[in-house]
């Protein structure tokens, strides 16, 4: 791909820029990404002029610069070596540790914090405040002496002042500079580099600032109904442009990229990298995740916290089967077996047991992590950082990672080996310490560092306002400009005074600068391309919007709502039209009105599609593929152990008798005895697999009949009872899992052994109505109703009931007769739709999750409403 040359963008201006570069000028850059756009800008020009090789101009970062001239100061004077980021950042955490642990409970934040005080006072040349403000600042004040205590005491220099000491050394001729100085996208430099600035010009450098790109035009003002019109419009005019020219470098600007990041990247890629019938358009998006997101550095902080003690079962499963450890591909399948098993038998390991675990299938895995064991078990209490960091290395050794990750994901291992380089360099101001505290360190270490894949000159950038200064582009887009996003007004720095931070007018001391600066970036966004669209949106998902003054200043018109069709609408649309199916179907016939099952009315009221579908055509969902038993098989596993335990113990009595080792005896032959039931089912799994989920099981009786002691006394008279009634039309039948008698009364209750339904029976289409059901049929001596949870997870009632004597925490209904009375009309009232054919796509909040219906559901041609995403 061809990508234009700076001076095509500015007519020419460039090619002073070029002269003095050839001639041995340093350019001083805002930023990295402008520094990277000018090398590869001066690339371009030497290679159109026939040059092959040539000579890396001096163009550096203003950090990089600093960092390379305070270097020089220092091997010239002879000065003190200064601390490493990691070396500060662990001095400012020990420091507010010490200072008063108590109310400093968030060391780390409050450490940044302080840390960033202190670089704002260098970038401004000012002293430290003084003492009596608020209590933030005179926490702030006597952290930041002590501060200057330990630097003393260690002999070194702090990063935050290099720039002034690197003016001093350029006035005092201690290090060399080059004869013309530029400084390139700066939109206003700090006191700190004004005074570099002015060394430079004093040593007799020729110092200039390149004025920014301008194009002289106003911008297109837009403004878009929704958001998602707003960013689709922007994508495809890009993907549009891209696509005409061939060539050219064009941006999308988001004035809150970094809250937006998540949204932008989805529907980037909906639109720009995987749209059918389109070419996909290479696309760079700032802003990147932090290093910790990262598969591959995830694996490793995993592999640290099971060395460190007991990890999740549900981690160390994701960490076993990551493609990140060695042979992970080979035994992939052997690896998923020992995850499942483990997820069903505990809820945390240590490593030991992790590969104890691994044994039997997994001969690589349990190898590596037996390893890890070793290891782990000859580590030290206490231990130097460089020794921590040679032994975090170690374990990751042991256990294969990155495994075969090393060549697709090699910028995340570097920057992983990066951050226990940084770490090892602690040594030199931290004694020992624990493995606790070493991990903590690294682990946020990961968690601040963001990483950003480096990439090529993509030709669609999408960036923050900030980071796109000073650069050139064929065509600019300027996003989400309204009240919540743009100006970018942020509130003045926390530990320092606002008296002091107004007096020497730091940023966002004053809210009017911050919104004049806002200004000033806009009017250089707008000249920064031939072509710059500004827009806004007036709804967000959060709400409504109002666009920013800047738009309605340029006469902003309204944006028009792109036509664009998802990836599965166009697959919809490009169907092949199988029949089409009329909402209402006809009627029942004599011979097919039952007698139905009750889950009809179930069916019926979560959606009528889902009733014509499953009860009529027939269609039932797939079982999702998987290894273990299916919820049918656990779910009747589960009331088939209700049902035997309730059959001979019909009543608390009857097992509290038990003692203890009686008690656990009698509920593993009851499980072993309901398993026999479904010996076809568990016959293809091995022994081992049997064992656990009888385990599981034994668990779930447990706890239920701890809960069930706490009820008022009962007695089981109806287990599985088979009731029939007719509902309008249909003839329906129905199972009672268990009848209950408290004092005299009669509780139906029906187990759950997935997610308990919600208890709402008021409701024209209540969600699971077969209790309902079950009331009318038994008559008016029903006295409640009960959905009993059998999961470990959502366990206990969910009941109606006519008095709060007869279930702990029932919804006490007082009109319980009328309420009931109104029962048998809303159930025919289901069967009789039912009945008349009607099929109707309009799903209850929900509906669509569990339906497994989708394949013919005509939810997405606007039949019906509902949670259709």
């Not at 290479?282 to 003690?309: D, F, N």
């Not at 256990?399 to 697709?408: M, S």
């Not at 291992?413 to 990066?418: F, N, Q, R």
């Not at 019909?650 to 398993?675: C, G, K, N, S, Y």
Request: glycine share 10%; charged share 20%; aromatic share 8%.
């Amino acid at each position: 791909m061809v990508l234009k040359t700076a001076n095509e963008f500015t007519g020419g201006a460039d090619s002073e820029l070029y002269a003095a570069l050839a001639a041995g000028a340093c350019v001083i850059t805002a930023n990295n990404r402008l520094a990277h756009h000018l090398h590869l800008g001066y690339a371009r020009h030497l290679r159109a002029t026939g040059r092959r090789v040539w000579e890396t101009p001096d163009i550096l970062p203003w950090s990089a610069f600093v960092q390379r001239s305070a270097e020089a100061a220092r091997a010239h004077a002879g000065g003190r070596s200064p601390l490493t980021a990691a070396q500060e950042q662990w001095l400012w955490s020990e420091l507010v540790t010490e200072y008063d642990p108590g109310f400093l409970c968030q060391d780390r934040a409050f450490a940044a914090q302080a840390a960033e005080a202190w670089q704002l006072l260098a970038d401004y040349a000012l002293p430290l405040p003084e003492a009596g403000g608020d209590r933030e600042s005179e926490i702030f004040v006597a952290l930041a002496r002590a501060f200057m205590r330990r630097l003393a005491a260690l002999g070194r220099d702090d990063a935050a002042h290099d720039p002034t000491r690197v003016a001093e050394a350029i006035g005092a001729g201690r290090i060399a500079i080059s004869a013309q100085v530029l400084w390139a996208g700066f939109e206003r430099l700090t006191p700190a580099q004004e005074a570099v600035k002015r060394a430079c010009a004093a040593r007799g450098a020729h110092v200039s600032v390149l004025p920014l790109p301008n194009w002289g035009g106003e911008g297109d003002a837009r403004i878009f109904a929704t958001a998602t019109e707003e960013l689709t419009a922007a994508l495809l005019w890009a993907r549009e442009r891209i696509a005409r020219e061939g060539h050219g470098r064009y941006a999308l600007v988001v004035a809150d990229l970094a809250a937006e990041r998540r949204r932008v990247v989805r529907l980037a890629h909906e639109i720009l990298a995987s749209h059918p019938g389109a070419e996909t358009v290479p696309y760079e998006i700032s802003l990147g995740t932090a290093l910790g997101e990262a598969p591959v550095v995830a694996a490793a902080l995993r592999v640290w916290q099971l060395a460190g003690g007991m990890l999740a079962a549900g981690e160390a499963a994701a960490l076993i089967q990551s493609p990140f450890l060695h042979e992970a591909k080979a035994e992939r399948s052997a690896r998923a077996r020992c995850a499942y098993e483990m997820l069903m038998g505990t809820s945390e390991v240590d490593v030991t047991a992790l590969a104890r675990a691994l044994r039997g299938g997994a001969p690589s895995a349990h190898a590596g992590f037996a390893r890890l064991a070793g290891i782990v078990r000859r580590w030290p209490r206490r231990a130097s950082a460089s020794a921590w960091a040679g032994l975090l290395m170690g374990a990751l050794s042991a256990v294969g990672w990155p495994g075969a990750a090393a060549r697709e994901d090699y910028q995340a291992i570097a920057a992983v080996h990066d951050v226990l380089e940084s770490f090892a360099t602690l040594e030199a101001v931290a004694g020992g310490m624990s493995y606790a505290r070493a991990l903590g360190f690294v682990q946020g270490a990961l968690g601040d560092r963001v990483f950003q894949p480096r990439g090529g000159d993509a030709p669609l950038q999408i960036l923050g306002p900030l980071e796109a200064i000073g650069l050139t582009f064929d065509g600019l887009w300027v996003m989400n400009l309204h009240d919540r996003a743009w100006p970018a007004v942020r509130p003045p720095h926390p530990l320092l005074p606002l008296a002091f931070q107004r007096a020497h007018r730091l940023p966002h001391a004053f809210v009017e600068d911050d919104i004049r600066f806002a200004g000033r970036v806009l009017e250089d966004l707008v000249g920064a391309a031939p072509e710059t669209i500004l827009s806004s949106a007036r709804h967000d998902a959060s709400g409504a919007l109002r666009p920013s003054r800047a738009l309605i200043a340029r006469g902003a018109v309204d944006g028009q709502a792109p036509a664009f069709v998802s990836r599965f609408g166009q697959a919809f649309a490009a169907r092949a039209a199988l029949e089409d199916y009329p909402v209402r179907a006809a009627p029942l016939d004599d011979a097919r009105t039952g007698p139905f099952a009750a889950g009809l009315l179930a069916a019926q009221a979560a959606c009528p599609f889902r009733a014509m579908a499953q009860y009529r055509l027939r269609a039932d969902a797939l079982d999702a593929p998987g290894y273990g038993l299916t919820p049918a098989v656990r779910g009747a596993v589960a009331h088939k152990v209700m049902e035997i335990w309730f059959g001979e113990l019909p009543e608390p009595r009857a097992w509290l008798a038990l003692d203890t080792d009686a008690r656990a005896r009698r509920i593993a032959e009851t499980v072993a005895a309901a398993q026999a039931t479904a010996a076809d089912d568990y016959a293809r799994f091995p022994a081992a697999f049997v064992v656990l989920e009888a385990r599981r099981m034994e668990r779930l009786l447990a706890q239920f009949l701890e809960r069930e002691e706490a009820r008022p006394a009962f007695r089981v008279v109806e287990r599985e009872k088979e009731v029939a009634l007719r509902c309008g039309p249909l003839a329906m039948r129905g199972r009672i899992d268990r009848v209950d008698v408290v004092d005299g009364r009669t509780v139906l209750i029906d187990y759950k052994t997935g997610r308990m339904p919600a208890v709402d029976w008021m409701t024209d289409r209540p969600e699971y109505p077969q209790l309902l059901f079950y009331a009318v049929a038994e008559g008016p001596q029903v006295a409640g109703i009960a959905y009993a949870g059998l999961s470990a997870r959502d366990g206990g009632y969910k009941a109606w009931t006519r008095d709060d004597a007869l279930l702990p925490e029932a919804t006490v209904v007082a009109d319980w007769g009328q309420v009931t009375g109104a029962w048998p009309a809303l159930l025919a009232r289901l069967a009789g739709d039912f009945a008349a054919g009607g099929g109707a796509v309009d799903p209850l909040n929900g509906a669509c999750e569990y339906c497994g219906r989708e394949g013919f559901c005509r939810i997405d041609e606007g039949g019906g409403g509902g949670d259709d995403e």
